[in-house]
């Protein structure tokens, strides 16, 4: 697609519920990545995929996090359990290789409430 | 590893000049620039290799001082379009993730 596209764009749960959010990352972009943003706050790493390599998941916050990407493009981000400070924007990003060099195109974001 | 970010806040009069720090604590490969206003998705700006480099982008334009690990955003005589949040993104050399400061929110008066 044209650009990196998130969906839902605002999901609001009830505590202790599972959540899935996905990522369609721009077509021909090896990398991909999640971020958090809560409210008022920075961009918070969680995840990143490039091409078959293993992820690095050093961000994810608890073992309530996961995320899978299948055959290299759509990923999701799936919480478990969901808490009241999992409540955020969850933003995912693609870029066409590993390097830092390589700029990110972001998503317009899932917002998730968990009530 | 996460870079610092200063101001943390700044407000301005349309056309008054600012200037965002962007430090980190290890050695730098790259730094990159976002904008990001108010319920939109972070929009890339800019981004500098080591070298020292400057680069400019109509009236907004950053520099990379390697030795200090650090770069720094100008924005010259501001318009209230520049209005959001600056967020700082830096990359290591080996390392595959980008990791991005707290963010400078620049708010721009008429």
């Known amino acids: 697609g044209a650009g990196v596209s998130q969906s839902p764009s605002n999901k609001v749960t009830e505590k202790g519920k599972d959540v899935e959010l996905r990522c369609d990352p721009i077509?021909?972009?090896?990398?991909l990545y999640w971020y958090r943003q809560s409210l008022g706050q920075g961009l918070e790493f969680l995840i990143y995929f490039q091409g078959n390599s293993a992820p690095d998941k050093s961000g994810l916050p608890s073992d309530r996090f996961s995320a899978e990407r299948t055959g290299g493009s759509v990923s999701t981000l799936t919480i478990q359990r969901t808490q009241q400070e999992d409540s955020a924007v969850y933003l995912c990003?693609?870029?066409?290789?590993?390097?830092?060099?390589?700029?990110?195109?972001f998503g317009a974001g899932s917002r998730l409430t968990v009530l | 590893q996460q870079p610092v970010q200063s101001p943390q806040a700044v407000i301005l009069r349309e056309g008054e000049d600012a200037v965002i720090n962007c430090s980190s604590s290890k050695a730098l490969y790259s730094v990159h620039w976002y904008r990001q206003k108010h319920g939109e998705a972070p929009v890339f700006l800019m981004i500098l290799l080591k070298g020292g480099e400057q680069k400019g982008h109509e009236k907004i334009s950053a520099s990379f001082n390697e030795k200090k690990q650090q770069s720094s955003l100008y924005l010259t005589a501001s318009q209230l379009s520049y209005s959001g949040t600056y967020f700082c993104?830096?990359?290591?050399?080996?390392?595959?993730?980008?990791?991005f400061g707290q963010g400078t929110r620049l708010t721009i008066n008429p």
């Open positions: 077509s021909g972009h090896t990398a």
């Open positions: 990003a693609s870029s066409l290789g590993v390097s830092g060099a390589n700029v990110l195109t």
């Open positions: 993104g830096t990359g290591y050399q080996g390392a595959q993730k980008l990791v």
